[in-house]
């Protein structure tokens, strides 16, 4: 946490971002310290021409300064729509959890339709990044964003592609139950320690070791569904089925990984080939 001089820069420069003063004086009034104040701590920045006159920053040189970091960003509504977007999701895991166990054909009908929405919300992302109040937002941080709308909306594509596959008459054996349930909850964890990077920070390494299982548990379910099935050839199209199935689990983790490591570079500066290092 910033205190003294530093976290007074940090205001100063929050306030020429959102505001773009004139002048030394409103940003002081703003603030309620003195001109002169300001004054002093703007010259080094001035000088490096981080900040410019009219009072602006220059976004790319300030992210190479730690005090970026900590300053507040504008990116409220961009987070907000993020967040719409995974709560889309969740709900639509569960209501496909819910068909594929019931064989209810409608509520596999409402995910799919429901997928319309995320692909409006991806595209309302793609258009807020481009308004005036985001422009501060140096390319890569842009991009990270709107990877992060995109691996959220493909997972719902996935979800949808498992609504297709019940519509068509996919359904889970006695025999797979437990395993399907457990597959199931690995992911809506996955997902939701994914979106809690991208709204509140938060990280949570455990999302490797879900990943871990989950692959392991396909394997299994996939080991298992040949052994007792023994590949009839009267039971290859359920096999087929399944198997597609299963593939749609496994890259709805691999998103949730991507989500996960996409947000950690966005707020944190850490790339993903860096991201298991604990």
């Known amino acids: ?17 959102r505001e773009e003063p004139e002048t030394q004086e409103e940003i002081a009034k703003k603030l309620n310290i003195s001109r002169r ?6 010259k080094p920045l001035i000088d490096e021409k981080i900040v410019l006159h009219p009072y602006v920053v220059d976004i790319d ?14 990116i409220f509504q961009i987070i907000d729509l993020l967040d719409k977007m995974g709560d889309k999701v969740l709900q639509n895991l569960d209501k496909v959890h819910k068909a594929l166990k019931t ?35 140096p390319p890569r941080q842009r991009a990270l964003l709107s990877k ?11 979800l949808s592609n498992i609504a297709e596959e019940v519509i068509e008459g996919l359904y889970i054996k006695d025999y797979l139950q437990e395993d399907i349930e457990e597959i199931f909850s690995i992911i809506k964890r996955m997902f939701t320690i994914a979106m809690d990077v991208v709204k509140d920070k938060k990280v949570s390494f455990e999302i490797y ?9 396909l394997d299994k379910i996939l080991k ?28 709805f983790g691999d998103r949730c990984i991507k989500i996960f490591e996409t947000a950690r570079e966005f707020h944190y500066g850490v790339e993903g080939e860096n991201s298991r290092d604990r």
């Open 209 to 217: 070791d879900l990943e871990e299982e989950l692959h392991r548990k």
């Open 1 to 17: 946490m910033l205190r003294g001089k530093d976290a007074t820069l940090a205001a100063i420069i929050e306030t020429i971002i």
């Open 61 to 74: 040189k300030l992210s190479k300064l730690e005090i970026y970091n900590i300053i507040e960003k504008p």
């Open 37 to 42: 104040y300001v004054a002093k701590l703007l």
């Open 103 to 137: 064989g209810n054909v409608e509520d596999a009908k409402s995910v799919i339709f429901q997928d319309y929405t995320l692909n409006k919300l991806e595209e309302e992302v793609d258009i807020t990044l481009k308004m005036d109040s985001l422009r501060y937002l």
């Open 224 to 251: 298992t569904l040949c052994e007792k099935e023994k590949c009839k050839a009267t039971d290859i199209n359920y096999y087929i089925q399944f198997g597609m199935f299963l593939k749609d689990v496994e890259r």
């Open 148 to 158: 992060i709308a995109s691996n959220i909306e493909r997972c719902g594509d996935y």
